[in-house]
């Protein structure tokens, strides 16, 4: 029995260009430190730096605490000095990022199907940003974030796709096996890795990422229609 279900966001719910949205992103980052008076440079070098920790962390902290550390040691200022500023770039100007993705009415479609499985769905996107910016991406997505039991951010995560424990916290925190999930993603390095602590795949191939070459013939997969298709049938029905 299916008691929860995973979603991705960026290729999934969200469709986008990854690379062309890490480097506006990057480029609107930059732009803001410099009004701001600092190095758009070393901004950018601190924040990468900082999220290639959080992709290696552990465990030992959240991913918040763990980017702060490296930030305030690359970047040279604290937390308190430089967040603000952060937070400003995410209430304002992070929406011009919107323009960079796609939107699809079947992203909707595909969570609504997922409500009527009456099961706690969650947001389940890499959590290399603060809450604020994830739930701003599911609005993007034309998606209502209160649909989501959990969104995963860097302040509530330990954890980053690819590793298992990333699946497997989430499986605790609803308190489920993971055996008992099903993770919808678009990625067979980040999202098929749910499959390693048991839980079941379908993989969007729509804005499908498969740098592996992994033969899909044996997973379940295919586009919004196919989801959809997925949801009801496979999920609902084995209520």
């Not at 430190?33 to 190095?39: Q, V, Y």
């Not at 997922?114 to 890499?126: E, H, M, S």
């Amino acid at each position: 029995m299916i008691k929860a279900i995973l979603f991705d966001l960026d290729g999934t719910l969200l469709p986008q260009d990854q690379d062309k949205f890490t480097a506006e992103y990057f480029r609107l980052l930059g732009i803001h430190h410099a009004k701001c008076g600092l190095d758009p440079k070393l901004t950018v070098d601190s924040v990468w730096q900082g999220t290639y920790a959080m992709l290696k962390n552990n465990g030992e902290d959240t991913n918040e605490n763990v980017f702060w550390r490296v930030f305030e040691q690359v970047f040279g200022k604290s937390k308190a000095e430089v967040k603000p500023l952060f937070d400003h770039f995410y209430a304002n100007d992070f929406d011009e990022l919107k323009k960079i993705c796609s939107f699809t009415e079947s992203a909707a479609a595909a969570v609504s199907a997922a409500k009527d499985c009456g099961v706690p769905i969650v947001l389940a996107t890499n959590p290399i940003f603060p809450i604020e910016a994830q739930i701003k991406r599911v609005q993007w997505a034309g998606v209502n974030p209160e649909d989501f039991a959990l969104i995963t951010s860097y302040e509530n995560s330990h954890f980053c796709k690819p590793r298992t424990e990333y699946y497997t916290d989430i499986a605790n925190t609803l308190g489920v096996k993971p055996e008992e999930c099903v993770m919808i993603g678009n990625d067979t390095s980040d999202d098929l890795s749910a499959a390693k602590v048991g839980m079941q795949v379908f993989l969007v191939t729509d804005c499908l990422i498969n740098k592996p070459n992994i033969d899909l013939s044996a997973i379940p997969h295919g586009g919004a229609d196919k989801l959809i298709e997925f949801i009801k049938l496979r999920i609902k029905n084995a209520e």
